[in-house]
């Protein structure tokens, strides 16, 4: 069944995206990641603009990461104080992606610029995954014993100036580097449609010694407020959200979640990073072909989507 999106200005099969959404949010589901990472690009893949592709998954994300992030306020596993500097940060990086996607697009370089940075982008975080996985899964069959990661070591981040103290997660530290790396989230989820749930949650953990129960939680508070502001912009100054793409997508990946869950319960955590480890790393080579690979028609000739910036 064809169905005309009105801002992508293309025709797709209701079904295909529908089918799309539910994969993504299986995935989703059973590697505990919002997917944006994967869904942006099987939407460029499928024909999709870029443009239009990268803003309607903000939206997307926003749905998503608001049923994550109620089920943890539930539970009181959201440090709040840290979600707030996280999202100073992650306002003005969403505002600077903003600028950057329009300035991008008027010189016709976004397709190019988004199609890199996922090659680079998912390259290296697919290859870290796969080989730590990898490497964690051998050291686990030789049964010899690891030494124990000291993930509350303090390190040089903690030594910087304006240091702010949030009781919920026992730290004192510098509110520098969680505002820089608000920013930085900020900054590629509208750049390139991401959520950063994956980069986000690491760094809060290694980097800022947040303890693990209320990393999700918050970084999903972030995720809800930053994307929402991306998509409020995407929509009032670029013009590329897609309302009917969105929505298909949204209750294909509700549905398809539920069933990754059931899936991701039973296989081990190296087992499930080996897999998504592959799965973006697979990505990543393929826009990397279609960077690479003469395409069938060097010329076209189209309307902009979005209008003029």
Request: glycine fraction near 14%; hydrophobic fraction near 55%; include cysteine.
């Amino acid at each position: 069944m064809l169905l005309y999106l009105p801002v992508a200005e293309w025709p797709v099969n209701m079904f295909v995206i529908f089918g799309v959404g539910a994969a993504v949010g299986f995935i989703s589901g059973m590697f505990g990641v919002g997917g944006g990472f994967l869904l942006t690009p099987l939407l460029v893949f499928s024909g999709i603009s870029p443009a239009v592709a990268v803003a309607t998954v903000s939206a997307q994300v926003v749905a998503s990461s608001t049923s994550g992030a109620l089920s943890y306020w539930r539970r009181r596993a959201i440090d709040w104080k840290m979600a707030g500097y996280l999202l100073v940060g992650g306002m003005v990086g969403s505002w600077i992606g903003v600028r950057v996607f329009a300035l991008l697009r008027s010189l016709g370089q976004l397709d190019l610029v988004v199609g890199l940075c996922y090659v680079v982008f998912l390259g290296f975080i697919g290859g870290f995954m796969t080989f730590e996985s990898i490497g964690a899964m051998f050291a686990a069959r030789s049964k010899k014993p690891q030494p124990p990661k000291k993930l509350r070591e303090h390190n040089w981040i903690h030594g910087l100036p304006f240091r702010v103290r949030f009781p919920r997660s026992r730290l004192v530290i510098s509110a520098i580097p969680v505002i820089l790396l608000g920013t930085g989230i900020g900054f590629l989820g509208t750049l390139l449609g991401i959520g950063g749930g994956f980069l986000i949650v690491p760094a809060m953990i290694y980097l800022l010694k947040v303890p693990a129960n209320v990393v999700v939680g918050t970084s999903l508070v972030q995720m809800v407020a930053t994307m929402s502001f991306s998509t409020f912009l995407q929509a009032a100054q670029n013009h590329t959200v897609d309302i009917v793409l969105g929505f298909l997508l949204m209750v294909g990946g509700v549905i398809g979640a539920q069933f990754g869950v059931q899936i991701g319960q039973r296989l081990r955590g190296e087992q499930l990073r080996a897999l998504l480890g592959l799965l973006i790393l697979a990505v990543g080579l393929r826009f990397a072909y279609e960077l690479v690979v003469t395409p069938g028609e060097r010329y076209t000739v189209a309307v902009q989507v979005g209008g003029v910036p």
